[in-house]
């Protein structure tokens, strides 16, 4: 890829990180809380993951004045391409008002592909710090077989857990199967639950419910990856005595030099694609 | 699920061996070649895979005499249905005509899936089998990452291979790294052929063309997996003293009893989605 | 094994987790700070690990009062055997001479091979935590291929890092290459330290010399899992920016009843080669 | 290491194989089937494995006359090595006697751990292809946990076989827990055979005895790699209906390139140690 000048516009360490990475690449970076909001010359503009905590400003802490969301719109250029990651319907609509080209890269599948892995990483950690138990022969089950339930599954496997999967679709069943995992029905949820050391659920809607969780034993470990508001009862957990971890935003945490790098490899997979 | 009467019509070994497991399982069970065509009675009709050779009978090599399609689908009865495996569109028409409930077994994804399994151990033995070296610590390359390409590569690890994969779309590239392979893009298949010890196609079109075959090492097994007419110019590879084998029909081949099992759990699961 | 009377004798948690696990098996239990210390009528009295912290008095930090290691020999009964962890060759000969039966449970191979993969995973767990990258797709260096070395290298393999292992036996080599890692005799280490990511110290002698440390990149991360005094020059490391993590005792850490566990098989063990 | 001269005395097309890779890293190459004894300037003499079948002359099947031993010994001159596989104890005393430097490659452990590689390759094909089901999902034994049993035991795992092994000691159980196995006591082999759809057995005594074979189910299929006469009681396995293979010398078989690559590294193993 040719040389391209790129605006790191907000965010926090992971942009800091980034910078550094596309800089290492040869490109020529301008980070807008040390060299100031300069929109000229550049081609593409990073915007942070999430673009907006509050749906009015940028998400930039390292500034320290706040960014209104029109300025950098109005501020934009013809050919410029603005990139951020988690962008709100809304901002998508004003920025076609604007007449600005706006990519959502935490929305590709080959970032929430990648970003599995320090998700995964990140449970694994949690799981061995939270129990008395090690994980290797121990009786884990997994809810869900998308993006993270597939690679958590190939990490645990592979320290010696033996791994149960829940799943719903005849297809997904087959698939467990094949990679050597045990496949549980979610209707023989409620007689397997008991034997399980560890509970990962990746599913996010509520799949551990009140009348679910009266059939976990209590040493049991959950560890909840699905985004907010979660997969789990909490209260009914706790009521139970049963230890609940919601994690969340893993990757930034875990191992953000890896999670800036997958925002890296995106971005060239956009670029690309549309030829910038 | 109830005891079922089933007719087992047609077919191979693999149809008898599927006529021993569904009796085990509590089932009763004609077999039409002993018993005769005798529809009465019966729930459901196994038909074989492939259904017809000629387009005109049924696949049914142990009668005696030829059983035309017409008087199967004729002496059909109401609330009966016919499952069989790899039925040609006109087939299905026809049966539609008369009314008759006719379900292709081997379309399901299901099966397709964890036909991948023998088809990946038959892989594996034939390659043992045709080179003076081990599979353990040879570079492999795979090319497509569906169902075969996924659980071979699975499996190649597994033994120790350095396992290659070539793939298309950005997305599958993401899983290949998630899931510790090596990937290439079909435009750098030029380059790195050459160091290839094994190549695996199980890509249904001609990916391996006069071109490509140029940039291969003569010592590189080729196993195209591809159904008819495969991935390879056989014609070529010849020319330049490259091996290759066309295998075809690996799970029937290599682990009948496994593939007749998989046949059998397709069909319960056709039965309990359809409350036969 | 038929039920047994053990007398626990001191200890922490572990041996009250341990006191539990044979309880649950059926044995009759006396826990020395709670009920006493009273030696009649047990045939096994499990003292702690390690035995003793000041070689005079057992490792017994429940108990309010010292119990000096005489008073225990001297209270034991013909018959009876003490079974404890890590005991000095002094108190060996101490307890040859009073005419007591003492094991050293610690000592025993299948202990420290089980232990192994607490402290694997413990292990795996610092290196999440103190990285800004993912163990999947890294570089990651094992030095030495014992217990701890073989057990180690599996679990990384299993997650996805690039294993490669440092060791100085032609059989240990080929032992490596075998189990798909890559080897690194100890002469080429300089060479390819500088591309680890991770280096993982299992061998208990100075082995990251200052002048060996010289050849790091400062991103390493370095977590030594040999007993004290470690295997790293911890000062140099400092000085050159290098982060080490002397990781000690991870069993009883990060997987407490894991270890109670291993004890509780390995005094079967003991019991059952002794007949007792 | 500098380029030497070798003859290659006798052998078979592992011999040939031999000779090409060791000219291809640049060695001066004699052999001699095509060139004649010419025992004159080389430094290392390369005799076949076995090194001799009738004890008496060199096993060398593309001479079109008979080798003695005696004479390649009498040619040979001060400060020439004589390197061969599978050597007697007659044959070694012998060698002493005339005063000339005799080493056996096949007695040396890397070359034994590194021929598991292949054994095993050739144990998993011969499984595939006498068998009805897959080795995926099928349960399988391994007897023995030694350098055959410990990497079989890896490549099948590694296919998603079911692996279960039977040893002896509790170390080797310990091993066996801690990579993910599950163990099986001799004592405990009775009630646990007729489960197993695979037995392979590497314990080179009578393991499987008429008394043992009596609770094998006779669908399983059972695989010798024990050198003769093997570990299992043909007639006894025969009578039963027991399928029975006995697999001799398969990495020259399977892997001829691999198995000469195995040699060439441990001839060059045995030269920088002896610093010849």
Redesign the interface.
């Known amino acids: 890829m040719e040389p391209k000048k790129f605006l790191i516009l907000g965010g926090d360490n992971r942009s800091i ?1 980034l910078a550094n990475l596309l800089y290492e690449d040869g490109h020529n970076i301008t980070i807008s809380h040390i060299e100031g909001l300069n929109f000229r010359d550049c081609h593409i503009i990073i915007g942070p993951l999430p673009f907006t905590k509050d749906n009015k400003t940028i998400n930039a802490p390292f500034h320290i004045e706040k960014i209104p969301i029109e300025i950098v719109f109005e501020s934009m250029k013809k050919g410029q391409v603005l990139m951020a990651g988690g962008i709100a319907d809304e901002q998508m609509k004003k920025a076609m008002k604007y007449g600005i080209e706006l990519v959502d890269y935490f929305d ?4 929430q ?2 970003n ?3 998700t995964a ?2 449970a ?2 949690l799981a ?2 939270h ?7 121990s009786n884990v089950l997994i809810l869900g077989f998308g993006r993270i339930g597939k ?1 958590l599954a ?2 645990l ?4 857990a033996n791994v149960y999967i829940a799943a719903r679709k ?2 997904d ?3 467990i ?4 995992y045990k496949a549980i029905g979610f209707n023989q949820l409620n007689e397997n639950v008991g034997d399980m050391d560890f509970v990962f659920n990746t599913i996010p809607s509520l799949i551990l419910t009140k009348e679910r969780l009266e059939h976990f034993h209590r040493k049991t470990l959950i560890i909840d990856l699905a985004s907010k508001p979660g997969g789990v009862d909490f209260m009914q957990a706790e009521e139970l005595g049963i230890k609940v971890i919601h994690a969340l935003g893993l990757p930034g945490k ?5 999670a800036a790098n997958i925002i890296k490899e995106t971005i060239y ?1 956009i670029i690309e ?1 549309r030829g910038i």
């Not at 496997?157 to 010696?160: D, S």
């Open positions: 990180e590709r599948e080959e970032l592909i990648l599995a892995i320090p990483e990140g694994i950690k061995i710090e129990s008395v138990i090690t994980l290797h022969n690679i190939n990490m496997h592979g320290i010696g005849v297809k069943i087959a698939w199967k094949s990679l050597n875990v191992a953000p030099l890896t997979n694609e």
